[in-house]
């Protein structure tokens, strides 16, 4: 079945650091992915998406590219803060299941001021 | 808009009790998915329904799990007996469409069984 594999933590870094969380994926489909953040206390939000090869999802000044060719999905960020601090999820979607989501088991990362 | 809503937020039992969670999707949306989180691992999917039919609950354990979808709206997921291992989070997320969108999560419900 389809599965996500995401790097171990926990990430620790330094304000202003550069950030790079690995997500690699296996799927008989075409999946969409994404990744979920967890911050302390709150619920999963949706941090961004890609629905095709190539695409680039972003947001808050997160960024990851869907490559096909590698089967992975890779989440940067040029300049981390310390309110990034929390736990990153990839994950995907195949329509061919019901759009259900299948989850890494997650990143924390801690930023140090 | 109101978000995904859960109660309790918060429970402990002891093993072989029975618990009961509460889940209110956003307004409208059709789907709702249950997921357990348990600690240091990602969600995983238990149950989902569209409208009020059961769309996928290969991986719910259906000897102790039971879930239901009054009327296509609130739904609830219930737990007897339960087990230590149950201990997790239990979270909820409903989806507008039914062929795709983005889910939206609730804050969920920590469960801990002793």
């Known amino acids: 079945g389809d599965s996500v594999t995401q790097m171990e933590g926990p990430v620790t870094l330094s304000e202003e650091a550069f950030l790079t969380i690995n997500c690699t994926y296996t799927a008989t489909g075409y999946p969409s992915l994404f990744w979920y953040v967890q911050y302390p206390g709150e619920g999963l939000q949706l941090l961004l998406k890609a629905t095709k090869a190539d695409d680039k999802g972003s947001n808050k000044g997160f960024e990851a590219t869907y490559r096909k060719e590698t089967t992975s999905f890779h989440l940067e960020k040029g300049s981390v803060q310390v309110s990034d601090s929390a736990v990153y999820f990839c994950a995907l979607s195949d329509k061919e299941y019901g759009n259900k989501l299948v989850f890494g088991a997650g990143t924390i990362l801690r930023v140090k001021s | 808009e109101a978000g995904v809503a859960q109660s309790p937020r918060y429970k402990i039992i002891e093993k072989r009790q029975s618990v009961a969670f509460w889940c209110n999707p956003i307004?409208?949306?059709?789907?709702l998915y249950w997921y357990q989180q348990i600690l240091g691992q990602g969600p995983k999917l238990l149950i989902q329904f569209q409208n009020n039919g059961v769309v996928d609950d290969s991986q719910l354990p259906k000897d102790r799990f039971s879930a239901e979808r009054l009327k296509g709206v609130d739904s609830t997921l219930k737990i007897q007996p339960a087990k230590l291992e149950d201990s997790a989070v239990y979270l909820c997320?409903?989806?507008?469409?039914?062929?795709?969108?983005?889910?939206?999560f609730g804050p969920g419900t920590r469960l801990t069984v002793t």
């Open positions: 997320a409903s989806r507008l469409g039914t062929s795709g969108g983005e889910q939206y």
């Open positions: 307004s409208g949306h059709a789907t």
